[in-house]
């Protein structure tokens, strides 16, 4: 069975840092491309980063390109997303999502490409 658990998250004043974890099982991360998405409450569902694993390739939100980096340890079936210069905009539940076939869609965090979601962790950035 496909499983992906989230962790890391937690609460930081504005202008911290912390690292999410995407674990990955049931399947090999570089058969994927990994998504973290987002959601704060009653707010749509938004991407966030993506990375490739055949190649690398990555794919930031504007709103957070330049402050969050994406990464992946292939022998550990792990994606990270590190995130630096926190925003109170930032609090939200963060998810991590694995898409089979990778399409243009796909790295441009359309969640429709998705097929295979966490249960999500919450990060809150205080003000």
């Known amino acids: 069975e496909v499983q992906l658990v989230e962790s890391g998250g937690g609460l930081v004043q504005a202008g911290g840092s912390l690292r999410l974890s995407c674990a990955a099982s049931g399947f090999t991360f570089d058969d994927y491309a990994i998504g973290w998405f987002r959601q704060a409450p009653g707010k749509e569902r938004e991407g966030v980063s993506c990375i490739s694993s055949s190649d690398g390739s990555t794919y930031y939100a504007d709103s957070v390109k330049g402050r969050f980096t994406i990464s992946s340890d292939n022998a550990k079936n792990t994606v990270y997303l590190q995130m630096n210069s926190l925003k109170p905009e930032d609090t939200a539940v963060y998810y991590c999502?694995?898409?089979?076939?990778?399409?243009?869609?796909?790295?441009?965090?359309?969640?429709?490409?998705?097929?295979?979601w966490g249960q999500g962790t919450q990060v809150t950035v205080s003000s």
């Open positions: 999502a694995a898409d089979l076939r990778i399409t243009i869609a796909t790295m441009r965090l359309h969640i429709y490409e998705y097929d295979y």
